[in-house]
């Protein structure tokens, strides 16, 4: 595997397991009724501490993987002096940030109660921040420059309550049939489904927003491979978008209908949108390797 492989999917891997904690602490630190939080906490331990983990080491191999980018040789990986230079540059100051945010998150895991769950929701959402000062979202300088940060940095966290959310989502789906929870995890999933119309929102404004700003007017964009992902990743998240719609509007009014499959057929549907939101990160680790359209 070669360098330019090795980063793509170590940077697919890092934003997954990102986007995972903090749409996990969502859960467990704000979106739960506070009695639920612990059980629901508890629920997500395997979650939140993986994620976690896989998001401190896939930051650290980031940032050895770009040093034997930007040296040229991967054998520069093992020299200080070429760790050094790497640190100097502007990626370099942004990922150090982002590895001790990453490594924040690692030791929250140490505490306990609700402490441990805001720790991790806010070591997810500064990790997120970090995210947009590095790649296309970091091309230019000056107000509209900050401007242009800060509109990713609001897209990856809208995307993070999304995306990040839907595995949390089905693991309530299975406490809801446990008649000691099934109250406080129904309220769990309907605030998630009420404050997600705004997460789903800003998630397509934002994500225009920075389209625009990265590569200008859409009609004037040519045919390449930057363009064509683009277009394949708009249209995958319009199924998803079909998918939460349909979810929401069409299926849970169905859950008390006598002999109704809306429940599983629920559950099959959030399953694809989560593949569907996997595929997308996959496509966007590949997009910020490519020159814009």
Known sequence: MGLSTLWVSLRAIHFLSVLLLTGSAFYTALLAPARFRPVLAFSLRGILALSALVSLLAAVLMLATQTGLMSGDWRNVSDAETWLAVLSTRFGGVWR?????????????????????????????????ALAGVGHAAMRDG?????QQANHALH???????SGGLLPLLLLMRDARNIAHRADAIRSMMRFSRYGHLAVALALLTGMFNSLLIAGDPLQWQPTWWST?????VLLVMLMVTIAVINRYWLVPRFRLAGSDAATLFIRLTQLELLLAIAVIGLVSVLATLAPA
């Open 97 to 129: 940030w982002e590895i001790l945010f990453a490594l924040a998150s690692v030791l929250a895991l140490l505490l306990r109660g609700r402490l441990c769950q805001q720790l991790l929701l806010l070591t997810g959402l500064l990790q997120l921040i």
């Open 143 to 147: 107000w509209l420059g900050s401007l």
């Open 229 to 233: 992902l683009l277009i394949v990743k």
């Open 156 to 162: 990856l966290i809208s995307a993070a309550f999304w």
